[in-house]
């Protein structure tokens, strides 16, 4: 704790997915919100019937305003669907991609959800960028945790797959993810216009400036690839690489949540905690595992990591508090007066 002050913790987090809105919601419960800066991935951002749609933005924003689904982790709570199921009345027309079998409403917007892409469609058109945009919707929810896109240029994830009966085709992430269900192998991914990106403003504070840098346990691949694709930020992460603490989305093995077990594996990489600490071991310096893979610590620390062992399954906001705890103390030690918010 080294001097940190009562409710002077700065935490920060790289987010993409549903696993990290639940770390990030445990985060915030133990830190408070107004401590907590997230740097998300928007490669997944798709503009669908006209619109510019932000999944993992969304996401987060949601579960930090305590409106997201319980049941799926994303969307709202409540939701209705009439929207989408008018727009089937129009599904005479070819869907866009042979395999999406659901046509016009293969990507489903709940009737609530789609004010939040309305709006920030209309705010983009007007010039403003997406972190300012993003800042807007989420004290339109209430939500004082600094939400930051990774970059307000345009990335995409492109996911080259194999397609029953051999075919190799390029398809964006949500075609994949979504469309095809995430059932198809993937052959390779790559994050374009990457290479020519930006940090948005704030990133690269937000990592420089934490006195804990949590790596939340989502796709290592296509959720925190993306951000880390961004020139400069893999090098801000990996300069306070001490102070950085990475959480494990493999548990025994398995994905809890998504594809990122079989994503692993096809790119030649192991699908366990072992194999992400071989990810992560050069941005940070202890890894967060499940207790069922307390056997792996041997693996992990040969990597160069610290592995702290603690129930990591998140299946309600006690459990990702609990988690948070055992994660911030990884970095500032057991003391409960590090967390007073």
Same mark, same amino acid.
């Given at each position: 704790?080294?001097?940190?002050?009562?409710?002077?913790?700065?935490?920060?987090?790289?987010?993409?997915?549903?696993?990290?809105?639940?770390?990030?919601?445990?985060?915030?419960?133990?830190?408070?919100?107004?401590?907590?800066?997230?740097?998300?991935?928007?490669?997944?951002?798709?503009?669908?019937?006209?619109?510019?749609?932000?999944?993992?933005?969304?996401?987060?924003?949601?579960?930090?305003?305590?409106?997201?689904?319980?049941?799926?982790?994303?969307?709202?709570?409540?939701?209705?669907?009439?929207?989408?199921?008018?727009?089937?009345?129009?599904?005479?027309?070819?869907?866009?991609?042979?395999?999406?079998?659901?046509?016009?409403?293969?990507?489903?917007?709940?009737?609530?959800?789609?004010?939040?892409?309305?709006?920030?469609?209309? +705010?983009?058109?007007?010039? %403003?960028? &997406?972190?300012?945009?993003? *800042?807007? #919707? $989420? /004290?339109? @929810?209430?939500?004082? =945790?600094?939400?930051?896109?990774?970059?307000?240029?345009?990335?995409?994830?492109?996911?080259?797959?194999?397609?029953?009966?051999?075919?190799?085709?390029?398809?964006?992430?949500?075609?994949?993810?979504?469309?095809?269900?995430?059932?198809?192998?993937?052959?390779?991914?790559?994050?374009?216009?990457?290479?020519?990106?930006?940090?948005?403003?704030?990133?690269?504070?937000?990592?420089?400036?934490?006195?804990?840098?949590?790596?939340?346990?989502?796709?290592?691949?296509?959720?925190?690839?993306?951000?880390?694709?961004?020139?400069?930020?893999?090098?801000?992460?990996?300069?306070?690489?001490?102070?950085?603490?990475?959480?494990?989305?493999?548990?025994?093995?398995?994905?809890?949540?998504?594809?990122?077990? +079989?994503?692993?594996?096809? %790119?030649? &990489?192991?699908?366990?905690? *072992?194999? #992400? $600490? /071989?990810? @992560?071991?050069?941005? =940070?310096?202890?890894?967060?595992?499940?207790?069922?893979?307390?056997?792996?610590?041997?693996?992990?620390?040969?990597?160069?990591?610290?592995?702290?062992?603690?129930?990591?399954?998140?299946?309600?906001?006690?459990?990702?508090?609990?988690?948070?705890?055992?994660?911030?103390?990884?970095?500032?030690?057991?003391?409960?007066?590090?967390?007073?918010?």
């Amino acid at each position: 704790m080294s001097g940190l002050r009562a409710g002077a913790l700065k935490v920060s987090a790289l987010a993409g997915g549903v696993g990290a809105a639940r770390m990030l919601r445990g985060l915030a419960s133990v830190v408070g919100q107004a401590s907590l800066s997230a740097v998300i991935n928007t490669a997944d951002d798709i503009v669908l019937h006209g619109l510019h749609i932000s999944p993992d933005i969304d996401t987060v924003t949601y579960t930090l305003a305590g409106a997201s689904n319980p049941e799926t982790g994303w969307g709202l709570a409540g939701e209705t669907w009439a929207v989408m199921d008018a727009l089937r009345h129009f599904e005479v027309l070819p869907p866009s991609h042979p395999l999406l079998s659901r046509g016009l409403t293969w990507f489903a917007l709940g009737d609530k959800d789609l004010a939040t892409h309305l709006y920030r469609t209309g +705010r983009l058109a007007q010039g %403003a960028p &997406l972190s300012q945009v993003t *800042a807007e #919707v $989420a /004290r339109r @929810w209430g939500v004082e =945790a600094r939400l930051l896109p990774m970059t307000d240029q345009p990335v995409e994830t492109r996911v080259t797959v194999e397609l029953p009966g051999g075919d190799v085709q390029e398809v964006g992430f949500q075609e994949y993810f979504v469309g095809l269900r995430h059932q198809v192998p993937v052959r390779e991914v790559r994050f374009a216009g990457a290479e020519v990106a930006l940090p948005a403003p704030g990133v690269t504070e937000a990592i420089e400036g934490a006195d804990v840098l949590v790596i939340c346990p989502s796709n290592p691949l296509v959720s925190i690839g993306p951000v880390l694709a961004v020139p400069g930020v893999a090098e801000a992460v990996t300069r306070r690489r001490e102070r950085n603490v990475a959480v494990s989305p493999i548990v025994a093995g398995k994905a809890l949540k998504g594809p990122a077990d +079989r994503m692993l594996a096809e %790119a030649g &990489l192991e699908p366990s905690a *072992a194999g #992400v $600490a /071989r990810l @992560w071991a050069p941005l =940070a310096a202890t890894l967060v595992v499940d207790e069922a893979d307390a056997a792996l610590a041997p693996s992990i620390e040969a990597h160069g990591m610290r592995c702290v062992v603690a129930p990591s399954v998140m299946s309600g906001p006690a459990e990702a508090a609990a988690l948070a705890r055992s994660t911030l103390a990884a970095v500032l030690g057991p003391s409960p007066e590090a967390f007073a918010r």
